[in-house]
């Protein structure tokens, strides 16, 4: 298992700043680790998975999750080379003396944000919370007057709407999403049992050509390919925590 640390150069950064937000982020994943605050994080395009503490959540485009400290958290992405996020992240020194701090400090403390929570977001919300997190990054990397104080306003403003969205009944998954979620989640599960087309669709009741154009509408990929990822996922993760004692020919197979 690898090793958990805390993230030193951001945690300096945020007690410096405040706030810090990236937005259209490429990435293929992170290390297990832990920082300061809360972290937002929007999947704006690809596939991956989020491990925080003991849980796993699924990313799609939409997805926003909520990682309060202290919940370790490690992101692998399913779709190397084309996963893409926007993040925000925010902590409120003990020792800070702006007007705004007290209201940013009351949010943070918040219901939603106390443990970690995942929110499906439909388009034109997803598009709003990244134009969002674009704006507070793109002010704070070319900070002018009053960057500081415009950068907090923006942050409160969408950590409030953020807790709006949290507080909100999710919307009910179609039968066809809870089915392809099912088939996902079966693949994730078995990684070495007969993932052919042949074998899951019938376990599933399902026809082999209706089980393609459901991977193609989900996961915008080929059934195939996405039992290929996941297999590639698990081997290196495999690699990264095997000792010297563990045969490569093991993990091949």
């Given at each position: 298992?690898?090793?958990?640390?805390?993230?030193?150069?951001?945690?300096?950064?945020?007690?410096?700043?405040?706030?810090?937000?990236?937005?259209?982020?490429?990435?293929?994943?992170?290390?297990?680790?832990?920082?300061?605050?809360?972290?937002?994080?929007?999947?704006?395009?690809?596939?991956?998975?989020?491990?925080?503490?003991?849980?796993?959540?699924?990313?799609?485009?939409?997805?926003?999750?909520?990682?309060?400290?202290?919940?370790?958290?490690?992101?692998?992405?399913?779709?190397?080379?084309?996963?893409?996020?926007?993040?925000?992240?925010?902590?409120?020194?003990?020792?800070?003396?702006?007007?705004?701090?007290?209201?940013?400090?009351?949010?943070?403390?918040?219901?939603?944000?106390?443990?970690?929570?995942?929110?499906?977001?439909?388009?034109?919300?997803?598009?709003?919370?990244?134009?969002?997190?674009?704006?507070?990054?793109?002010?704070?990397?070319?900070?002018?007057?009053?960057?500081?104080?415009?950068?907090?306003?923006?942050?409160?403003?969408?950590?409030?709407?953020?807790?709006?969205?949290?507080?909100?009944?999710?919307?009910?998954?179609?039968v066809t999403?809870?089915?392809?979620?099912?088939?996902?989640?079966?693949?994730?599960?078995h990684p070495?049992?007969?993932?052919?087309?042949?074998?899951?669709?019938?376990?599933?009741?399902?026809?082999?050509?209706?089980?393609?154009?459901?991977?193609?509408?989900?996961?915008?990929?080929?059934?195939?390919?996405?039992?290929?990822?996941?297999?590639?996922?698990?081997?290196?993760?495999?690699?990264?925590?095997?000792?010297?004692?563990?045969?490569?020919?093991?993990?091949?197979?």
């Amino acid at each position: 298992m690898p090793r958990p640390h805390w993230f030193e150069s951001l945690a300096r950064l945020l007690n410096a700043r405040r706030v810090y937000a990236v937005d259209s982020q490429q990435t293929n994943g992170t290390r297990l680790h832990c920082q300061p605050g809360l972290e937002l994080n929007l999947t704006c395009g690809g596939r991956g998975r989020l491990r925080v503490g003991r849980q796993h959540y699924r990313l799609s485009t939409g997805t926003l999750l909520f990682i309060p400290e202290p919940y370790l958290h490690q992101l692998a992405a399913e779709t190397p080379g084309r996963y893409i996020r926007s993040v925000l992240c925010v902590a409120a020194p003990p020792a800070d003396s702006h007007p705004m701090i007290p209201t940013l400090r009351t949010l943070l403390q918040s219901a939603p944000f106390r443990r970690p929570q995942c929110i499906q977001l439909g388009g034109s919300m997803a598009r709003e919370i990244r134009e969002r997190i674009a704006r507070i990054a793109a002010e704070g990397n070319e900070p002018k007057a009053w960057s500081s104080e415009m950068v907090l306003a923006q942050t409160c403003e969408l950590l409030i709407l953020a807790a709006r969205l949290a507080t909100q009944p999710a919307p009910e998954q179609s039968v066809t999403a809870r089915l392809a979620e099912a088939v996902a989640a079966h693949i994730t599960t078995h990684p070495d049992a007969d993932l052919t087309t042949k074998t899951v669709a019938a376990h599933f009741g399902i026809s082999r050509e209706y089980l393609s154009r459901l991977f193609h509408r989900y996961f915008g990929t080929t059934y195939q390919r996405y039992v290929l990822q996941q297999r590639m996922l698990l081997a290196r993760r495999l690699l990264a925590e095997a000792d010297r004692e563990t045969p490569l020919l093991e993990i091949a197979l």
